[in-house]
């Protein structure tokens, strides 16, 4: 199982992210050597015990003369198979310290405004990930169930961040291979079990190593924050306006702290916290996906169809339950009717599971899933699992893993050395999260292994002299846990925290009138909540 912070596609498009549950994993901060400087703070870190961390220091004014052509270039738009919409292909230098170097050929999607009154520019979306794709969420969600207002009066707008989808897509594991690594054991119990873990994890990254090496070194979230800085020129706009959920608010804040005069209406849905290092953000994320399956488990044992319990059953008691189905799967796994033969083991039913945090709204499919599967029937489970790692009914899988893992790689230094380092930390881990905790904290070992060293490290954005920036945070937010969106806010010299009181992952369109206003508000009149709003 791998982590990432946004939720699955299936749910994304109805109402939004971050998608990409995947399931965890995770992210985030990022900064290239030589693409911006990293300053000393004095701000201490408590929670990752360092003496400082450091401010993401922004870059010159001056679009430098090599980048002049990129700059400058002009999109050439064309009809491309979503009526309404248009799509173009943008330059972007490979390497931005040498644009010499090579090109990288990024996809571009456009909707024009809708309405007849002035245009307030082009609103960029993303929907998190890292490696979802931009513009699929603009074609299937964002350009036809934004808010009519705001489609009314901005030019919706997305791009694939490089290395995502169609914009030089990371290429790591074929098809069959990923079935492979998805069902991997990541509950080891014993060392022969380990091994496997750590052979699974090296295959991948060989694999990504192998296929895609020009690009590897080159999909920081600093690299496509420049490159967003390039489409904005591209699209004609003075500053960026922009709507970024999940993995997509790491993105978002990193291009303030890089172009704060640059800043226009941003909103940072579901928000990371650039301060943290790999492990720490696992470990909160670990008690994020607890805290939302508790939730999840007081709405079950109070419904007749709970298959955790009934009335006076306690929430431990419901997690033991469900920790004892997965032993079972363990050793047992249950058919599914997959024409690939694949049976649900306990790698995939977690992972099902996990999915079906990401959003309240999938609380009654988990819950059918799972009586399901306690028959002996492991499809619907399955089929949550598969939405998670955007697995299709053909058996195919978008790159969405394989450029989580090269982003987040990049971004910041692994988590974990190796295994001997990990059973260090496995009990802070099972502690956090009784019923996930343990295999959170092997899905961390990803990056142990990858074939490039991370350019990043955590740091601080401030974003000085940015225009008001409204950061959201949900109360009980799986994947992004709330105090990650209560940090960004206090980090952003302009940051404005709106809190929506609530479950899932991300606040706007998922059913809060207050929330929806209050952005709506800010997106078409520039008026940011007041900081503190909290929301039901």
């Known amino acids: 199982m791998q982590t990432r912070s946004s939720p699955p596609r299936s749910r994304t498009t109805a109402r939004l992210t971050a998608a990409a549950l995947v399931t965890a994993a995770l992210l985030v901060s990022a900064c290239s050597p030589g693409s911006s400087s990293i300053r000393p703070s004095s701000a201490a870190s408590a929670r990752t015990g360092a003496a400082s961390v450091p401010d993401l220091a922004p870059l010159p004014r001056a679009i430098p003369a090599a980048l002049a052509p990129y700059y400058t270039q002009r999109l050439t738009w064309r009809d491309c198979g979503a009526p309404g919409f248009q799509c ?28 007849g009154g002035k245009r307030l520019g082009s609103l960029l979306v993303n929907p998190g990930g890292p490696g979802g794709s931009a513009v699929a969420y603009l074609q299937q969600y964002a350009g036809l169930g934004y808010p009519a207002e705001v489609r009314a009066r901005y030019d919706m707008v997305a791009m694939d961040p490089r290395g995502v989808a169609r914009s030089e897509p990371v290429q790591c594991l074929d098809d069959r291979q990923m079935d492979t690594y998805t069902q991997t054991d990541v509950t080891p119990d014993d060392r022969a079990e380990q091994n496997a873990v750590v052979a ?3 295959k991948f990254a060989q694999a990504c190593g192998a296929r895609s090496a020009r690009l590897l070194r ?3 979230t600093v690299e496509a924050a420049r490159d967003m800085d390039i489409l904005r020129a591209a699209m004609g706009d003075p500053k960026l306006n922009y709507v970024g959920a ?8 990193t291009y303030a702290g890089l172009f704060p005069s640059r800043v226009g209406r941003v909103v940072l849905d579901g928000a990371l916290d650039p301060s943290l290092d790999s492990r720490t953000v696992n470990l909160e994320q670990a008690e994020g996906f607890e805290t939302a399956f508790q939730a999840f488990t007081e709405d079950c044992l109070r419904r007749t169809d709970c298959p955790l319990g009934r009335r006076g059953t306690t929430p431990k008691q419901a997690a033991d339950h469900l920790r004892s189905f997965f032993r079972k799967l363990d050793g047992h796994p249950a058919p599914t009717g ?4 694949r049976k649900l083991g306990e790698a995939l039913a977690t992972t099902g599971v996990i999915a079906a945090m990401y959003d309240e709204g999938a609380w009654g499919q988990l819950r059918a899933a799972l009586t399901s599967a306690t028959k002996g029937d492991g499809a619907a489970l399955l089929a949550l699992s598969d939405s998670y790692y955007e697995r ?7 790159n969405l893993m394989m ?6 790689c990049l971004d910041l230094p692994p988590a974990f050395t190796g295994p001997e380092q990990l059973r260090q930390a496995q009990s802070a881990f099972e502690k956090a999260s009784p019923v996930f905790g343990e295999g959170l904290a092997w899905t961390s070992l990803n990056c142990a292994y990858w074939p490039v060293r991370a350019t990043g490290e955590p740091h601080r954005i401030t974003a000085r002299g940015a225009a008001p920036i409204v950061v959201v945070g949900t109360t009980r937010d799986p994947a992004t846990p709330y105090r990650w969106a209560r940090s960004l806010a206090g980090q952003l010299s302009s940051g404005h925290l709106l809190t929506y009181a609530g479950d899932g992952h991300t606040a706007f ?10 952005i709506d508000t800010y997106l078409l009149h520039g008026t940011p909540p007041p900081t503190g709003k909290r929301c039901p």
């Open 88 to 115: 173009a292909t943008m330059r972007a230098p490979l390497d931005y310290e040498r644009p010499g170097a090579g090109d990288v050929r990024l996809a571009v999607s456009r909707k024009a405004a809708t309405g």
């Open 200 to 202: 699974a994890d090296q």
């Open 218 to 220: 080159h999909v920081s």
């Open 246 to 253: 999940s993995y997509g608010t790491f993105l978002g804040a």
């Open 338 to 341: 997959d024409r690939d033969g």
């Open 392 to 398: 299709d009914a053909d058996g195919h899988y978008s």
């Open 403 to 408: 450029a989580n893992n090269a982003v987040n």
């Open 509 to 518: 369109l998922r059913g809060s009138t207050c929330v929806d206003s209050a």
